[in-house]
Every structure is written in C-alpha cells, then in structure tokens.
Nanobody, 121 residues
C-alpha cells in the first residue's frame, strides 16, 4: 500500500515541544519534496514547512525559528520539530509528499492521515 504514516502528535503545555514523524510505506522508492501542513478548526489548510529533495527548506513566517523540518531520504521520512508551542499552533498536522515514486508509477501528491489535535491546548 502506498501511504504516508504520521506519528508523534499530541497536546503539550504552551512553551513545550513536540516532534512529528511521517514515513513513507515500503512501496515508496523515493519522494521529491516533503512537507508539513496544518489545519485549525474553521480555517483553511496552510503550509508549515517544506523540504525539497535538493535540500531547500521553506517555513511559514509564523513558525520560523521555532519549528525545524528535516528528512531522511533513505527512509522516505520527514520530521517536524516544534518548539515553544503556542495555543495558535493547535491544529491537525498533515504531511505531504510530492513526486512520490513507486514501483508502478508516480504519485503527484500524497497526504498523510493527519495528527489529531497536535499543539498546545
């Protein structure tokens, strides 16, 4: 099955930290760009951070200096280290992969299942 599996979500006190992980399933050979998005209740999904296969990173202004995205290309895994969490960071966090290469084709875009209720209450 071709999927991105997320883990590591939860709720912490303001100022706390969380680390999210998103791993590509075994049928995935490579992923071009990986990133994290979030969606708070009543709001649109927004970009948090992205990491291209070339090593470029991009962050939303609201998380610059607080969140760090990293990836392990060999494991098709992307991480999001979130520090100094604020109540406004509470959302469902989704990982995304673009250019997902499998043994039978390329997925233009693939989404994880979402980490429910991640952030600071």
């Amino acid at each position: 099955q071709v999927q991105l599996v997320e883990s590591g979500g939860g709720l912490v006190q303001a100022g706390g930290s969380l680390r999210l992980s998103c791993a590509g399933s075994r049928m995935i050979r490579s992923i071009d760009a990986m990133g994290w998005y979030r969606q708070a209740p009543g709001k649109q999904r927004e970009l948090v951070a992205t990491f291209t296969s070339g090593g470029d990173t991009n962050y939303a202004d609201s998380v610059k200096g607080l969140f760090t995205i990293s990836r392990d290309n060999a494991r098709n895994t992307v991480y999001l280290q979130m520090n100094s969490l604020k109540p406004e960071d509470k959302a469902v966090y989704y990982c995304n992969g673009e250019g997902v290469l499998t043994g039978f084709g390329v997925y233009k875009s693939l989404w994880g299942q979402g980490n429910q209720g991640t952030g600071s209450p």
